[in-house]
């Protein structure tokens, strides 16, 4: 997600939250930002899920952009795809919050190295449902970038280790994707899933992007856990 949104810029407080209302006024407007509320969609994601036209969709993402309330970024794995973000604090106590419930949270990304270890280790801290991270393609271990990204956080990943997902999947599991690439390539599942479009630290391979990494999914799981409460045994 962005980084929080600084409503001195609009001038108040009052105006900020003026502005916010006017964008969600409209009811396709208010249904994206429910889509939205804990996962990034593509436009023509979006456009599928609403059942109307990819240019009344853009219509609506420009109105919302204007507003503060979304952002943009590129698919690592597919430059002309785009992801839409909510804004991290834009609609704080404005939406009511959905709930979901999982038998197991499973985060997934393509080696199980580094933004899925690091969610996997982040939820454990807040949720009691149970959670696994995995890969499609696991790599031979866990990222030391990663490892020293969560011991600054007073986390440890000495016991994690990459994880194939068809070994782990089950029909049961709310599939977290932290990957573009997975999210892209994974195919059709039984499963709900979100996806989550977190940059791949490994790429700039620096101390800095693992810690960027590490904030966004810390915020995305403060904002998530909440609303997953354990499955129901059958």
Not at 66 to 89: C, K, P
Not at 194 to 220: C, L, N
Request: some cysteine; overall charge negative; proline content about 6%.
């Amino acid at each position: 997600m962005s980084a929080e949104v600084n409503r001195s810029l609009s001038g108040s407080d009052l105006e900020y939250r003026s502005r916010i209302f006017r964008a969600l006024g409209d009811p396709t407007r208010l249904r994206i930002v429910e889509l939205l509320r804990n996962r990034d969609l593509s436009p023509d994601t979006l456009a599928a899920q609403l059942g109307i036209a990819g240019n009344l969709v853009a219509h609506h993402l420009k109105s919302l952009e204007t507003a503060g309330v979304i952002s943009r970024s590129h698919s690592q794995n597919n430059r002309r795809r785009t992801y839409i973000h909510l804004v991290d604090g834009a609609l704080d106590d404005l939406i009511p919050p959905s709930s979901t419930a999982a038998a197991r949270v499973l985060f997934v990304c393509t080696h199980n190295s580094a933004r899925s270890v690091l969610a996997e280790a982040l939820w454990r801290t807040v949720s009691d449902v149970p959670c696994a991270s995995a890969g499609t393609h696991p790599a031979p271990c866990v990222n030391p970038r990663a490892v020293s990204a969560a011991r600054r956080a007073g986390l440890s990943l000495d016991a994690c280790a990459p994880r194939s997902i068809e070994a782990l999947l089950e029909a049961d599991d709310l599939v977290v994707s932290v990957c573009d690439t997975v999210n892209e390539d994974l195919g059709q599942l039984v499963n709900e899933r979100i996806h989550w479009s977190v940059p791949d630290p490994s790429h700039v391979d620096t101390d800095e992007a693992f810690t960027a990494a590490f904030a966004d999914i810390s915020a995305r799981i403060r904002h998530l856990a909440p609303l997953v409460h354990p499955a129901q045994a059958k």
